[in-house]
């Protein structure tokens, strides 16, 4: 850039080192981990502390080195796709993700609109009270959650008032409760970027379109959701890549039957202390996850093109 | 033409209640006086002078308080470092790599964050306690703290900085007496983002953290496994109201500072 070059030749000291603070940092807290989870992934499990081999004992050099390599194995993958439980747990995550996105998109769409529609002054105060609960404890609001769908909760003796049911319902331990809790934790995700969108939108379009006799449902259809497909993909990009690797909700709030895949990781690290099998895991849902932020990456590009 | 027809109000006031509802039922029942969370006894504050003597919460809550505001102060230096090299060095060398380094976390789940992390740790032998969840936690703040400096940075009217160079203000001069007062407000905001993610976070803490160095969402969390129980309602509500009175004093001082729009966060 032009000022980085007229700045005095004595800034560019300055400069690095405001550069290499923040990246010294992450190399060593952020890819390094990351490398050696690589490494043990492809290590075997061991009794020993730590619980895993080939070490890499670069005191005794290149045989070192090679010994090290020669160590390494494929075996936790192999186990990865030979156990059915792994396979089922990363089919259990996406397929949460999926549908609970979905519901999100549903539920969060037609509330981004009413509040992108509703008079200016009101609008900063909407999104403060959408942004409100994200800012107390995720945990906090699972926690809630369980208050209410316990056996003898407050849901159970509405229905009972109300001779819904006759029996109180099971709802913790389900599915619908991870559901419900994921729906509750990530809508302010999926409306915050929806609103964002929909509340720039030019609305003499909408103006045109019915000037020019096109019925509402027609208009909604044809411009202002093309319109709001990059708050779409935002939105769901920001809901669904977290759910996958969800942990708290389904541990809080699901059964044990079925784990998703960030139990199972938990489970393989502290339960069996299997850290190789856990570190393979994991390995392959950033590879999972790597997918969609590449196709987002690709629409944002598309996106700044366009201006 | 902006027309607020019934489905539109519907659909907020749905939402609103949704995601209200759990909170306030959770508050109404911290001051429950049964031991039974299921059975009204009648309204009392017996669970908040109980919290008062359960040491091992007000440990765990001084812990969090101190891990949140250390890592939030690291996270808020590097990323603001991070957001200047971004938007102001043009192409450095490795700035792929850096940019990449950046945005991954956002993305990367917390249990593979904490994992990696707690590996890194076992092989450099370093014990694990207060500092490593510091660490942790500035690690996955820092990105967020960036994105937030930067989303000021790139739209701030470089014409200031200009004028301040060519009246002879050396670089560094410039940047702290130009620069910075303008984007404290999104530093501010990327701390107390920083600070209630550190707050809030129990994963990466639970793989990270050492003995003597129990967090608070780790004390809830092993709590809420065996069931509801009524001192952890008033903890959660003491959380909700603290949240609440900085948020909204925040955003009211934010209102009576600029003009123009606060900084909005996310």
Known sequence: ?307 | MRTVTAFNLFAIVLGIVFLYLPIVVLVIYSFNDSRLVAVWGGWSTRWYVELLHDAAILDAAFISLRVAFVSASLATVLGTLGAVALVRFGRFRGRLLFSSMIYAPLVMPEVITGLSLLLLFVALTIDRGFWTVVIAHTTMATCFVTVIVQSRLVDFDMSLEEAAMDLGAPPLRTFLTVTLPLIVPAIAAAWMLAFALSLDDLVIASFTTGPGATTLPIRIYSEVRLGVKPEINAVCSIFVAVVCITVLSASLAAKLTTARGAPTRL
């Open chain 1, 1 to 307: 850039m032009k000022e980085a070059t007229a700045r005095a030749p004595k800034a560019s000291l300055a400069q690095k080192l405001v550069v290499a603070l923040p990246y010294a940092w992450l190399l060593l807290f952020f890819l390094v981990p990351f490398l050696i989870v690589l490494k043990i992934s492809f290590s075997e499990s061991a009794i020993a502390q730590p619980p895993y081999r080939p070490m890499l004992d670069l005191g005794a050099g290149w045989r070192g080195i090679a010994q090290f390599f020669a160590g390494l194995s494929l075996d936790n993958y192999r186990l990865l796709g030979s156990d059915a439980l792994y396979l089922l747990s990363y089919l259990k995550s996406l397929e949460i993700a999926a549908f609970s996105t979905l519901i999100l998109l549903a539920i969060g769409y037609p509330i981004a609109y009413g509040m992108a529609r509703m008079p200016r002054r009101l609008q900063p105060l909407l999104v403060i009270l959408v942004v409100l609960p994200f800012w107390t404890s995720f945990l906090i609001r699972i926690y809630a959650w369980i208050n209410i769908l316990q056996h003898d909760g407050l849901l159970n003796k509405v229905l009972l008032a109300l001779h819904i049911v006759r029996e109180p319902p099971v709802w913790l331990a389900t599915d619908t409760a991870i559901y419900l809790g994921i729906v509750y934790s990530y809508l302010p995700f999926m409306v915050l970027p929806l609103y964002a969108v929909l509340e720039k939108l030019d609305q003499s379009l909408l103006e045109a379109a019915a000037d020019l006799g096109c019925p509402r449902w027609k208009t909604f259809w044809l411009v202002t959701l093309p319109l709001s497909s990059p708050g779409i993909v935002a939105g769901v990009l920001l809901c669904f890549i977290p759910i996958v690797g969800e942990f708290v909700i389904p541990d809080l709030l699901g059964g044990s039957r079925a784990p998703m895949i960030g139990q199972t990781i938990w489970m393989e690290f502290f339960g069996n202390k299997d850290w190789p099998a856990s570190a393979a895991v994991a390995v392959v849902l950033v590879c999972l996850l790597v997918t969609p932020i590449v196709l987002f990456q690709h629409q944002a590009m598309r996106t700044g093109e366009r201006g």
